[in-house]
T-cell receptor, first 113, second 116 residues
């Protein structure tokens, strides 16, 4: 069935270093890949997304890359700051049938000052 | 401009009881989806509604039901509550729920349900 695997489950980095979170999806019909940041007790917030017709997208310190052949996509955060500490979720969806997101299990990122 | 609003924010119930959770989508959004987020896991899809019609259902038992009203707000109902139903229930809205090129899901802050 549809599945998204996310690694690592926890990640600690020093402030200023880079962080990379990786996801693998199973449904080859997936064509939209959003990333959400969820702080404790708050709603998931969309931070960046990518469509299957694009290989890379960047927004300031955040970038996402997509490898459709391998069914991998990754989130890259550069120059990490303490306020980047949160749980990050990747998701995959397709524009046909029921519009639903299949989420990964999340990565808890801790940026150490 | 208000985002997705959910009520109540927290709820405590006992096993066997029934619960109703409510959601108002972003103004102009016609589709509402419900997700269940168990502690330490990613959100799991429960339902999608568009124009009062159910468009999709996830792998949840018949104890879970939902509906959408003419003003596009929505209710999620859970009957015969079990301990395992304890979770954060998230509502999300989107323009049409078709996954079109500019379609995005916007989440509410959720209802934290505890079943004792």
């Amino acid at each position: 069935g549809e599945n998204v695997e996310q690694h690592p489950s926890t990640l600690s980095v020093q402030e200023g270093d880079s962080a990379v979170i990786k996801c693998t999806y199973s449904d080859s019909a997936s064509n939209y890949f959003p990333w959400y940041k969820q702080e404790l007790g708050k709603r998931p917030q969309l931070i960046i997304d990518i469509r299957s017709n694009v290989g890379e997208k960047k927004d300031q310190r955040i970038a996402v890359t997509l490898n459709k052949t391998a069914k991998h996509f990754s989130l890259h955060i550069t120059e990490t700051q303490p306020e980047d500490s949160a749980v990050y979720f990747c998701a995959a969806s397709r524009a046909s049938g029921t519009y639903k997101y299949i989420f990964g299990t999340g990565t808890r990122l801790k940026v150490l000052a | 401009d208000a985002g997705v609003t959910q009520s109540p924010t927290h709820l405590i119930k006992t096993r066997g009881q029934h619960v109703t959770l409510r959601c108002s989508p972003i103004s102009g959004h016609k589709s509402v989806s419900w997700y269940q987020q168990v502690l330490g896991q990613g959100p799991q899809f429960i339902f999608q509604y568009y124009e009062k019609e159910e468009r999709g259902r996830g792998n949840f038992p018949d104890r879970f039901s939902a509906r959408q009203f003419p003003n596009y707000s929505s209710e999620l109902n859970v009957n015969a509550l079990l301990l395992g139903d304890s979770a954060l229930y998230l509502c999300a809205s989107s323009l049409e729920g078709s996954g079109g090129f500019n379609e995005k899901l916007f989440f509410g802050s959720g209802t934290q349900l505890s079943v004792l």
